[in-house]
């Protein structure tokens, strides 16, 4: 029984699965933005490595730019295209510069970007919302 | 006493307490009139394969003909040595001369003492 | 004549008319001095129960489901048995002349 | 007074190992999406769980025979070969994503990727397994564990609301991703019941020639180290739930992972969350490479001890080798540690009445264990727990994967 599920356990989930849905990549990009808030405060209070702060905001940069590009396409009806995409290209460059911000050890304008992370945060959340919203 | 349930499967120990593998087989010779009798017990990988599928048990004997250390398999111990079938089946024989240990004793030379710190398998 | 036992375990059992009575499940030995004789063997799901020593889990259940055919073993002496052809062991008697052990 | 002292060191080992790369990554994840929903996961795989290591421990001291022994001498070759298949392979699993954990809480400390430090940790566990002893891995790779109790200090540190903390450890249903919740409900199943742990306790208890005289401190040490242990788990669902799910971070990777405690424990909580890990999946791998090479010795009866040098059970020693080299490749091959784990853990669930079943047989035979056999109060749980888990998993496996 194990032996035979086993590997096509594997093979199935190697080949991945049908799309996410538009909340469910919604859901995603807040959980990055939020991750990169938290990461960015851990690093004002000099609470984690600079490294492991810059390569987490790198990542989360280049997940929200795959979030938005495939998002645009599976978007609900209502919800407006441009407003979302205005949203997460927003965050992400502001995490991105926050990037670089790490590498330079500019905290205080890395608390000024971080600020303006958390009012993106909130509109993405917003956003998210209003999308689940019009799913269902 | 039951074959299946008390015997087959179980520990092999010898003299010195050196554990040997399990009862992988039993031989039971029969006759016309003759009450069968269990005259050995085999140890070794064919024998085993051959309870799962002949042509495992077929595949194992080609392998072991090309690879590791080619002794004569099955191992077979005469019935006239068991001593005692309690938890271990308790053989009055020396381990290594039975050739049970033919595949310990080649996968340390071959592998282990080659690496460092292995130690070697014939220090006491 | 050599034959492996850890083989003939679940091997099918037919009668004197080609009636199937069952697999072999167990082999009841008598070990005096350096010999090991076979006396009987134990043929039936139940012997198979027999052989796990799993009767305080099954006679519960075998009960509960008031199955009286679980419960029952065939014990086959040696002189009753014909392993000629070890593929196809047949009994030397009919399945109506076999006792149970249980 | 000696008694006492083993009894503390076990319930030390129990709680320091408990944790590991499966039971953290799943009830964070349970805990940033469901917040406590799923504690009764985590509450009722830990009682399975205490019930199997008393059995596994009374097991070896009363017929002497570990777990894996008795199931080759009763239930014969060709079964025991293929319950050896299907473990060795979910184990095998297992100990990927501790590799992987372990590689992971070094990337997050040094900057460096995990797939450089595959190879060099499997040669470190290698190492310990080939000189060190059986009471090395034991309790040195335990104590080490025990900085998992942060865990617990964060949790209540997060002064959670208690009630509602109790209230989730009867079952309910979420509203919507029931299928994501119930894949979640299987892999912490899995995570708690890992049967890995038994093979590894009944080998010690045999190791260190447990008898009759051990059977009351065997309940002692299996009822409070896995408890223990579990409100360790619980405590790591209620951090990510409280610290993490007003976010609406979720923890798909292991960077989020990182950040578990750093609400909690502003200062440490970042470092104490690696070197836990760190330490933790240490401990684990250990453990599963042992648990491995024991299944094959015992189950072939050749020499095993890892108190020996490893010419001396050169066969044993083989076997660990190889798996512990063998599952680096695929963390140098960038395989996701995250997604191995919840894999594991979900096959763990799915293969749970292979590994429990037998072990029930051999648990209620009275030639193995005579009056010290399994009542039906223990019957009933285990089977019941073990039911469970595995309709859990045949349901949400398939409908995770096809599902998205």
């Known amino acids: 029984m194990a032996a035979k599920l086993l590997p096509i356990g594997l093979l199935i989930s190697a080949l991945a699965c049908k799309p996410p849905s538009a909340s469910e990549q919604m859901d995603s990009a807040v959980s990055w933005v939020g991750t990169a808030g938290m990461a960015g405060e851990a690093w004002l209070r000099h609470a984690s490595p600079d490294k492991y702060t810059r390569q987490t905001l790198e990542l989360s940069h280049k997940s929200l730019i795959d979030i938005g590009t495939s998002l645009l396409k599976s978007l609900p009806a209502g919800i407006d295209s441009a407003t979302v995409d205005s949203a997460l290209a927003r965050s992400s460059t502001h995490i991105a510069l926050m990037a670089q911000l790490v590498e330079q050890k500019n905290s205080p304008d890395f608390r000024t970007l971080l600020d303006s992370l958390y009012a993106d945060e909130r509109v993405v959340k917003q956003l998210a919302d209003s999308v689940e919203a019009k799913e269902q | 006493m039951d074959l299946v349930r008390d015997v087959l499967d179980k520990k092999l120990v010898d003299r010195e307490q050196c554990d040997m593998g399990r009862a992988s087989g039993l031989i039971m010779q029969f006759g016309e009139k003759t009450q069968p009798h269990i005259t050995h017990i085999l140890i070794g990988g064919p024998t085993l394969w051959m309870r799962i599928h002949p042509a495992l048990g077929r595949a194992s004997e080609k392998l072991a003909r090309l690879w590791g250390p080619k002794s004569k398999e099955p191992v077979r111990i005469p019935w006239s040595h068991v001593e005692t079938v309690g938890k271990d089946i308790k053989l009055d024989v020396v381990a290594k001369d039975t050739g049970a240990l033919d595949w310990e004793i080649w996968i340390a030379r071959h592998f282990i003492e080659r690496i460092p710190g292995g130690g070697h398998e014939e220090e006491e | ?102 | 007074m000696k008694k006492i002292l083993q009894i503390t060191l076990g319930i030390i080992t129990s709680v320091g190992g408990f944790l590991e790369i499966g039971s953290v990554t799943t009830a964070a994840q349970a805990g940033a999406l469901f917040g406590f929903q799923l504690l009764w996961a985590i509450a009722l795989g830990t009682i399975c769980l205490i019930f199997l290591v008393e059995m596994s421990g009374r097991l070896a001291a009363v017929s002497k025979h570990t777990i894996v022994d008795a199931m080759r001498e009763r239930f014969g070759f060709p079964f025991f070969f293929f319950v050896l298949i299907g473990m060795v392979l979910v184990a095998f699993l297992v100990l990927i994503a501790e590799l992987g954990g372990i590689g992971f809480a070094l990337q997050i400390l040094s900057g460096l990727g995990f797939p450089l430090w595959a190879l060099p940790v499997s040669l470190v566990v290698w190492l310990m397994m080939w000189k060190g002893t059986f009471s090395l891995i034991e309790n040195g790779a335990s104590l080490l564990g025990l900085v998992t109790i942060s865990f617990a200090v964060a949790a209540w540190k997060l002064n959670p609301d208690w009630s509602s903390v109790g209230a989730s450890l009867l079952p309910t249903l979420p509203e919507q991703d029931k299928v994501k919740y119930g894949y979640l409900a299987v892999s912490i199943l899995g995570a708690s019941i890992s049967p890995y742990l038994m093979y590894f306790y009944s080998s010690g208890a045999i190791e260190d020639e447990w008898d009759r005289s051990y059977i009351a401190m065997n309940r002692v040490i299996a009822g409070f180290g896995m408890t223990l242990g579990g409100v360790l788990s619980i405590c790591v669902l209620i951090v990510a739930a409280i610290a993490l799910r007003p976010k609406g971070v979720q923890v798909d990777t292991f960077p989020q992972a990182a950040l578990l405690m750093t609400t909690a424990l502003p200062r440490w909580g970042f470092y104490l969350f690696a070197f836990s890990m760190l330490f933790a999946c240490f401990g684990a791998a250990l453990e599963i490479s042992l648990a491995i090479a024991y299944f094959f010795a015992q189950g072939f009866n050749w020499n095993w001890s890892e108190n020996l040098e490893p010419s001396k059970n050169a066969r044993f020693a083989f076997v660990y080798t190889i798996i512990i080299l063998v599952s680096a490749v695929p963390l140098m091959l960038h395989v996701d540690p995250i997604r191995v784990t919840m894999l594991a853990m979900a096959l763990t669930s799915a293969t749970l009445p292979l590994a429990i079943v037998p072990f029930l047989f051999l648990m209620n035979d009275p030639i193995y264990l005579g009056k010290y056999r399994n009542g039906w109060i223990t019957n009933s749980v285990v089977g019941i727990v073990v039911l469970i888990s595995f309709v859990l998993a045949i349901i949400s496996i398939p409908l995770q994967i096809f599902g998205g």
């Open chain 3, 1 to 102: 004549m050599d034959l492996n036992v850890e083989l003939l375990v679940g091997t099918t059992v037919y009668d004197a008319n080609g009636e199937k009575v069952g697999r072999i499940e167990e082999f009841r030995v008598e070990q005096d001095g350096k010999s090991c004789r076979i006396e009987s063997y134990l043929i039936g799901a139940s012997a198979l129960v027999e052989r796990m020593s799993a009767w305080t889990l099954v006679r519960p259940i075998a009960r509960g489901l008031r199955s009286r055919h679980v419960l029952s073993i065939y014990e086959v002496p040696w002189q009753d048995m014909d392993l000629s052809d070890p593929k196809r062991p047949r009994l030397k008697i009919a399945k109506s002349d076999l006792r149970h052990a249980r």
